[in-house]
């Protein structure tokens, strides 16, 4: 695809046929001189050279201007259906209360009757500078119920607590989603030894063999000596 897309491509069973799809990103100005992040799709069994214009199915999804704001297309879980999910983050987008620069993530999921990408659903920043969605990742199977989970991210202080009461002074918020809901579970912050706790993400996966998934996170900065 040379330089015409490549912000973290991913493979993925969209359709469920057993085969990899091949999803890759890139920037667009649309016809109504707007930015969007365009999703193509290449359904499996893939060979050869490939093109944009060979991609099975195109989604367009709008963004704030033409910065990269986010590190886009990730991993997000699955759907309450079992649809696997794919993650793609404005982080300079405006929240549910079209807060400035709160953040939006896009999740999209496969629509098996226009055999295409959609919307399945969006998770908004609370609060005014939040810049959710810094990354996205797969969190597994946290709460049992057979269907994975997401961990979205921030850089900042400020969670999704509308209150802004809890905050990370140290920064870098671990936010926690199961189920169809916009709403974390769980907020992780760091007030103490780490500084700036979402550099990289990594897992899930059963670290200590009690039958449910773990995550790993590295911090920029500790507090805790050499």
């Not at 695809?1 to 890139?26: C, H, I, S, Y």
């Not at 989604?59 to 990269?68: I, M, P, R, W, Y």
């Not at 897992?203 to 200590?208: R, T």
């Amino acid at each position: 695809l040379r330089d015409e897309a490549g912000f973290q491509p991913q493979v993925v069973d969209l359709d469920e046929d057993g085969l990899g799809d091949l999803v890759v990103m890139r920037e667009v100005q649309t016809a109504e001189d707007a930015w969007a992040y365009e999703a193509s799709v290449f359904l499996g069994p893939i060979s050869g050279p490939l093109t944009l214009a060979t991609a099975d199915t195109h989604l367009q999804v709008s963004k704030t201007g033409n910065s990269a704001t986010s590190r886009n297309l990730r991993a997000a879980g699955e759907w309450s259906d079992g649809r696997s999910l794919l993650a793609v983050a404005d982080t300079y987008g405006g929240g549910s209360f079209s807060a400035t620069r709160a953040g939006v993530v896009h999740l999209l999921g496969w629509d098996e009757t226009a055999a295409g990408l959609e919307v399945v659903d969006e998770i908004s920043g609370m609060n005014e500078y939040q810049y959710l969605g810094y990354e996205v990742a797969d969190a597994g199977d946290l709460n049992g119920d057979g269907i994975n989970d997401r961990v979205v991210t921030t850089l900042t202080d400020l969670s999704s607590d509308p209150f802004g009461e809890a905050e990370s002074r140290l920064g870098g918020v671990i936010e926690l989603f199961t189920d169809e809901t916009s709403v974390p579970e769980t907020s992780v912050v760091s007030n103490a030894f780490y500084s700036d706790i979402v550099e990289h993400l990594g897992g899930p996966g059963d670290l200590n063999g009690d039958g449910h998934a773990d995550l790993v996170f590295s911090a920029s900065f500790s507090y805790m000596g050499e």
